[in-house]
């Protein structure tokens, strides 16, 4: 993947972070769009999820930059989805409410800045979907 794509990524999330309640607006966003979505996370700690997608989309960052742990991590989320019934338009739903978010919290969001949001997670996401 183009480093271009993970450094854009990286300094929209950063402004993203800087506004208060990006990932709330996000989950938010996510369990609106299905019925299906929000009953996955009837029992979730949304303290633990955020920190946890927090995470993981610094990971997806680091696994498109061809980083190891960024690979590992990936691998590991994709076994824990395997057993969750995630299934692959849950992902496609996931990408575009996370996509909305940032256009509503990233002050200079572009259609490049989605390109590198979407070229950044798909590189993530085709590795969830392969389990």
């Not at 949304?46 to 995470?55: G, I, R, T, V």
């Amino acid at each position: 993947m183009e480093k271009k794509y993970t450094t854009l990524f990286r300094e929209s999330y950063d402004r993203c972070l800087k506004k208060t309640g990006f990932l709330d607006n996000f989950y938010d966003r996510f369990f609106n769009v299905s019925p299906v979505v929000k009953e996955m996370f009837r029992k979730t700690n949304f303290e633990s999820q955020k920190k946890m997608l927090h995470n993981s989309l610094i990971m997806i960052m680091y696994a498109a930059n061809n980083k190891m742990e960024g690979k590992l991590h990936l691998e590991r989320i994709a076994q824990n989805h395997k057993h969750l019934s995630i299934h692959a338009e849950h992902y496609d739903l996931w990408l575009n409410c996370l996509v909305d978010s940032v256009k509503k919290y990233d002050p200079l969001f572009s259609e490049e800045t989605e390109k590198a949001w979407r070229h950044t997670m798909a590189f993530g996401i085709s590795v969830m979907k392969e389990y």
